[in-house]
């Protein structure tokens, strides 16, 4: 056995603040005990993906039924052939497969090889390992809280992995390469998606997964295997927070003058901005123009590739109360289209037109 860690706070040029200890942590080459594969030797089953209706997306090979190993080669089985889930009964290559390098060599000068994609599985390994791997963060990491056990496919490199996050408190992540691939083939032998089981609970709202599909949501999953509930009591009985915006008085048009020589007419619409809840009262932040360029737009780019036709622009409570705002406006549009023709490279009037 050999171990080996690393800090990944000193490889950050800026380590991120409140996080003390963040380091790595393997230990390879850890015997696997197999007992009953020792005892009774290994149970030979066809494993595989696709169904082979698509060329180039179909491949069979031998694994272990019990504890997941492969034999070296792992064998290139015809999937017309085997099924996946069949009991292998076929002929078996003797020695291992050579060094990619020697392969090339002995296939140049026409001696017979065995190579990693030979058509028959080879020798089981003599003395399997694995690896005990994890990750330990002490302070601040990602927000929230969720405790998670995985149990892979037979693609994942760490067939079994878990992890518990506590914000700020710290984290521990945790995989077990192919020591728990035995038991990976008993709950999910088949497909390429991992399951699930954990808690997870960030900005008030709880997700729950129950042996649900990893990094997947569907409809037609059961409510109970996976889903979430708000906890946030104000937005049950207040609503979301979110922002609102309403129309002040009628549509006005206004000039944008821009430096390159170019006049556009827009209808400007201003409108209250305010945030809160629904059921409560609303706090004002800002009065905000929307506005609106019929036509196809105000050019950005050379040649009229690129045209802008309208975006809310902020402005001050000063200008709606003594009337200006549209000028206020106005200014400001021509402001933020010269910025967007500068950075795509207009900046004469001759490509305006």
């Not at 000193?10 to 942590?25: H, I, K, N, S, V």
């Not at 990094?215 to 906890?231: A, E, K, T, V």
């Not at 209250?272 to 019929?294: A, I, N, P, S, Y």
Request: charged share 25%; with cysteine.
């Amino acid at each position: 056995m050999r171990g080996h860690t690393v800090d990944y706070r000193a490889q950050e040029d800026t380590p991120p603040r409140g996080r003390l200890f963040d380091r790595g942590f393997w230990i390879n080459d850890i015997p696997r005990p197999l007992l009953t594969c020792r005892t009774f030797g290994h149970k030979p089953v066809v494993d595989g993906f696709g169904d082979g209706s698509t060329p180039g997306h179909t491949a069979r090979w031998v694994v272990c039924d019990r504890c997941g190993e492969r034999p070296n080669p792992q064998g290139a089985l015809d999937p017309a052939e085997w099924s996946v889930g069949d009991a292998y009964t076929g002929p078996w290559t003797k020695s291992q497969p050579v060094h990619a390098e020697v392969l090339k060599a002995q296939q140049a000068r026409g001696e017979a090889t065995v190579g990693p994609h030979a058509p028959h599985p080879g020798p089981w390994p003599a003395n399997p390992t694995w690896t005990f791997s994890g990750q330990a963060i002490l302070g601040k990491n990602i927000p929230g809280a969720s405790i998670e056990a995985k149990v892979g496919n037979s693609g994942s490199e760490e067939p079994i992995a878990a992890h518990i996050r506590i914000h700020p408190i710290g984290a521990l992540y945790l995989g077990a390469n192919t020591l728990g691939r035995g038991l990976q083939r008993r709950l999910n032998p088949t497909g390429y998606e991992s399951r699930v089981i954990g808690v997870d609970i960030d900005h008030n709202r709880l997700t729950w997964q129950l042996w649900a599909r990893r990094d997947h949501w569907s409809r037609s999953d059961p409510r109970w295997q996976q889903g979430s509930i708000n906890l946030d009591v104000a937005t049950k009985l207040f609503g979301q927070k979110r922002y609102w915006f309403t129309d002040e008085g009628d549509p006005v048009e206004a000039t944008v003058r821009l430096p390159h020589g170019d006049d556009h007419t827009v209808t400007l619409q201003l409108q209250r901005c305010e945030f809160g809840r629904e059921k409560l009262r609303r706090r004002e932040l800002t009065w905000t123009v929307d506005w609106d360029k019929q036509g196809g737009g105000i050019p950005t780019e050379p040649g009229g590739r690129g045209r802008v036709s309208g975006f809310h622009i902020d402005v001050s409570a000063a200008s709606v109360r003594n009337g200006t705002w549209p000028l206020e406006a106005a200014a400001a549009i021509a402001k933020t289209v010269t910025a967007m023709r500068t950075r795509e490279g207009m900046n004469i009037p001759a490509e305006v037109a």
